[in-house]
């Protein structure tokens, strides 16, 4: 039987082209873009051929401005480790959402560990920030605010162009960790008006552990990894060619399909909310209803389990998610269901269903028929749910 | 004209092999090896199976001492800044040597912005560090010493299993920045003794942007990178498996081939040393004459500036090196040469070369042909010359 990957936010399979441009890569066998000779030259010209690429994406007027990094999490480590090292003198107060992503709080709780303080903003019940909130969060030594631009759990937006105008008229670097934006959605770095963003190649069809980091010019950060003159000077080491290379191509069909993606995905996450709300009650779908990603649906299947779920769903060959696959180890319930109200055996009873490109309406409706057959024999099992009834 | 490159250092040629290993997985569409199900698993089992290899080819006998990073100096940043921030109530001290790679040197010099104070230890003529020495600088609050293996500049080879048997007595964590070994000749972090040792799957035919870190079981250290519970939990991230199965392949092939290499390169070496010394007048080969790489050879040719060899050479189709990729941007005399005594002159006219499984006898004596001819010109060319004579 077909297998139905619902779980695309783990892992986007590679697009055909980025493909086909990582072989050549390989097969190409490029040198160090730092070396002074022939074969460095023309490795460089590849690097920054990609480099440019992304600017694109996020629509950032100069491609000196990325920096690539090996993932998601390192340029979101970089950028806030980075500021609040560089400007330690200045203050070593931080301001943050309570839902952001793991790489975000635990980079957070390790500035604590070295005397940073971080005031945490809550949410409304869609998981969306208020930028009032973050306003008054702010203080004279405040030297980072740190806010996703969608959340990876629920798929909520955030009014991160608001937030920065906050920021900029005090003058305080502004960190949008972007990973599940970027590629998906339009992200324009001028327009938000943010510092810094992170995003990550997987999110729009390339490789894994292949990332960006936007630095506006003038933000002052430390680099994370200290070494080599790469990258402008602010991330040694020498670079994943064939990861950027495929990360440049998956850019460019994200620049070039975006808005057709979107409207494939909005169209399979109205036909999966609505097989949801006829098929299956006592549920909650999370997130905004409008203000939020065209490619994630979270729902809360009450009186059960979500890890039975996606076991009993993998034995028919579809896969779905709890919650983001760097948490999958953790065995706490969701920071982020519960910053938005649900309690601790809801957030429990989660799935996160991503799709794609690859996706199509017959997946939904089979994973609807399946999941519909797996809820009730979870469910018969439950006492919760006999108790109940 | 065949180009000839003997820049090896910089960009190792991927492997037929690795090759192929790279493109089967590219083709394959790997899952995340974190995630819950089928597609998960099998990532999963990809990214152990690379472990393993990895972990045969320095003997580490438990490959979960083995975390998978962007490369060597994503490597030496998580040892040398992990243990001193992990260490820092216990004491801020750390020794090393005065030859170390810009990633150990540059990461020693953001700590000492952080307050940790630096013991820089010096070497003899052929670049090695005297055990000694080591064990004089060490103090009641040294918490790390970090010495390489071999050195990129010049190929001396260190007395680590010597330091190590210091550090262990004084229980002392000890990192070895062996990024230009492992993969070249036997590493066996057993017999060295070692806490941790970083590495570079380039230095050995794999792919550019993916390394290791070996972490004895007990070394406490931070990770750098925060986030999800990958590797262990000592660095966050979703992992560039494309990239890890490379090393993978690079580490099988180098177990198999490490003898017939050293072989091969040994004879290269001689012959171009000797080359260089009837050829040339008024050279000196750096480094120790016996314990030092198979594959590299220091030569400070007086009077003349390594760049313009550089330049001549490449528009002859042969690729050399002045000194590491990484330092290529840089403009200071080298550092290591420095520390061997040459003057300042003498380090501006040196060439690394470096060579490999694709390097041929005839390649040697094509450049050495070559080579004679530039030295000619631009010492026709060099005041310091004319005066000379």
Same mark, same amino acid.
């Given at each position: 039987m077909k297998t139905i990957n619902l779980d695309y936010l783990s892992a986007n399979p590679l697009l055909p082209e980025v493909q086909e441009a990582m072989i050549k890569a390989i097969r190409t066998n490029y040198g160090n873009p730092s070396s002074p000779h022939q074969l460095g030259d023309q490795a460089h010209e590849a690097l920054e051929q990609a480099r440019e690429s992304v600017a694109r994406l996020i629509h950032c007027?100069?491609? $000196? @401005?990325?920096?690539? +990094? *090996? &993932? &998601? =999490?390192?340029?979101?480590? =970089?950028?806030?480790?980075?500021?609040? %090292?560089? $400007?330690?003198?200045?203050? /070593?107060?931080?301001? +943050? *959402?309570?839902?952001?992503?793991?790489?975000? %709080? /635990?980079?957070?709780? /390790? %500035? /604590?560990?070295?005397?940073?303080?971080? +005031?945490?903003? &809550?949410?409304?019940?869609? &998981? !969306?920030?208020?930028? @009032?909130?973050?306003?008054?969060?702010? !203080? @004279?030594? =405040?030297? %980072?605010?740190?806010?996703?631009? *969608?959340?990876? @759990?629920i798929g909520t937006l955030q009014p991160i162009e608001e937030i920065a105008r906050i920021t900029r008229e005090k003058k305080i670097p502004f960190h949008c960790d972007a990973v599940t934006s970027v590629g998906v959605i339009p992200v324009d770095v001028q327009k938000l008006g943010v510092d810094l963003l992170s995003f990550s190649a997987n999110q729009f069809y390339g490789p894994s552990g292949v990332g960006g980091l936007y630095i506006r010019s003038g933000t002052v950060l430390w680099p994370l990894l200290d070494g080599g003159v790469q990258e402008n000077n602010k991330r040694a080491g020498t670079e994943n060619l064939i990861g950027i290379i495929g990360m440049g191509a998956a850019a460019e069909a994200a620049v070039r399909d975006m808005e057709d993606r979107i409207r494939h995905c909005r169209r399979l996450k109205e036909r999966l909310i609505r097989g949801l709300k006829e098929n299956i009650e006592d549920i909650f779908i999370n997130g905004h209803p409008e203000l939020s990603l065209p490619n994630l649906v979270s729902v809360s299947i009450r009186y059960i389990e979500g890890e039975g779920i996606v076991l009993m769903l993998d034995e028919e060959n579809i896969l779905v998610s709890t919650r983001s696959a760097c948490a999958a180890g953790a065995l706490q319930a969701s920071h982020v269901l519960l910053a938005i109200g649900r309690d601790f055996a809801d957030a429990q009873g989660t799935l996160v269903i991503t799709f794609g490109r690859e996706t199509s309406e017959a997946d939904i409706d089979r994973f609807l028929e399946v999941l519909k057959k797996v809820v009730r024999t979870l469910r018969d099992m439950s006492p919760l749910y006999n108790k109940k009834k």
């Open positions: 007027p100069k491609p $000196q @401005e990325i920096v690539f +990094t *090996s &993932g &998601g =999490t390192e340029a979101i480590n =970089t950028a806030i480790k980075g500021v609040a %090292l560089a $400007q330690a003198k200045k203050g /070593r107060h931080i301001v +943050t *959402s309570n839902i952001e992503h793991n790489a975000v %709080l /635990r980079s957070l709780r /390790r %500035l /604590r560990m070295m005397d940073f303080q971080v +005031t945490s903003v &809550g949410v409304d019940e869609y &998981g !969306r920030v208020d930028p @009032e909130e973050v306003a008054r969060a702010i !203080r @004279e030594d =405040t030297i %980072l605010v740190t806010v996703m631009h *969608s959340n990876n @759990e």
